[in-house]
C-alpha cells in the first residue's frame, strides 16, 4: 500500500535517524560483517534508498504491507524479516506481514539494473506541466491506468490516484486522447496538491504502514473519496460508487467526475 507520499515521509524521517550513522552489513569482500557509514537516504519512485560508502547502498520496496522502523536493540515481532544493527544501539527493522516486500544491496550500478528502476518513469511529485502533457500525447487507453503504471509516472497508487482524479473532476475511465488542454492543466494541478496534502497530514495508516518511529498517519481519515463507496461526494453531496478499474477497486462521484 505505501505510495509516493508514504515513502517520502519515510524517508524524510529516516534522513536524521540515519545519516552519520553505522549499519552493519556484509562486507563487499569475504562476505564477514562490518560497519558501513550511512552517507544519505533518498527516495526514488516508491523505493527507498540508503547510501553508503560509495558505491554501495541498500535499498528497500515496501509493496503491500511493508514499513521501515527505527527500533530499541532487539525489539519487534515475527513479522520483521530483515534487522539492521545501528552504531547508536538501536537497530532499522523491515517490518513486512504479507512478505511482498525487496531488499536490495549491493554496487549501485548493480541494483539500478533491476527493472524497476530500469522502467521508472518521472517522479509524480517533480514532473513538470509541460512533462505531464507530453507524455499523455504519445499514450492511449484510460487515465487510471495511465497514472497506477510506474513507467509512466512513478509513485502513484490506487490511493493518490482516485484522490487526485476526484479533485480534477476527471472520471477515472476517460479515455487519454479525449482529455482536454484545461483538463490536463487540472490533473496536473491536482497531482500536485494532493501529493504534497497527503505528505502535509502524515500519509495513510490504513492497516499496517506507520511512520519509522511508529507513529499513524492522518491523511486516510480525511481522504476525499477512496474506500468511501456509499458516502456522500464532499462537493455535491451525491453518492460515492464503487467500480472495479484498471484490475483495482476504484472510487469515484458519477456527477463531479463525468466521462
Known sequence: MPELPEVE?????????LKGKRILLARRKGGNLGWEKVFGVERRGKAILIWLASPYLLAFHMRMSGKLLVVERGAGDKHIRN??????????????????GVVWYGPAGKVFKDNYFKTLGPDALAISFAEL?????????????F??????????????ADEILWYAKIHPETRIQNLKDSQIKKLWA????ILNRSIKLGGSTMRDWLHPGGEEGGY??????????GGKCFRCKSKILR??????????????QKP
Not at 88 to 94: E, I, R, S, Y
Not at 147 to 160: C, E, S, T, V, W
Not at 220 to 229: D, I, L, P, S
Request: aromatic share 10%; proline share 1%.
Open 9 to 17: 515521509i519515510t524517508t524524510r524521517k529516516l534522513t536524521p535517524l
Open 83 to 100: 534487522r539492521f544493527k545501528l552504531s547508536n544501539g538501536k537497530d532499522l527493522v523491515f517490518h513486512d506481514v504479507r512478505k511482498f
Open 133 to 145: 502533457k507530453n507524455i499523455l500525447g504519445g499514450k492511449g487507453g484510460k487515465i487510471k491506468a
Open 147 to 160: 497514472l497506477l503504471n510506474q513507467h509512466n509516472i512513478a509513485g502513484i497508487g490506487n490511493i493518490m
Open 190 to 193: 491536482s497531482l500536485k496538491f
Open 220 to 229: 486516510f481519515k480525511k481522504r476525499f473519496v477512496y474506500g468511501r463507496g
Open 243 to 256: 467500480k472495479k478499474i484498471a484490475g483495482r477497486s476504484g472510487y469515484y462521484c458519477a456527477k463531479c
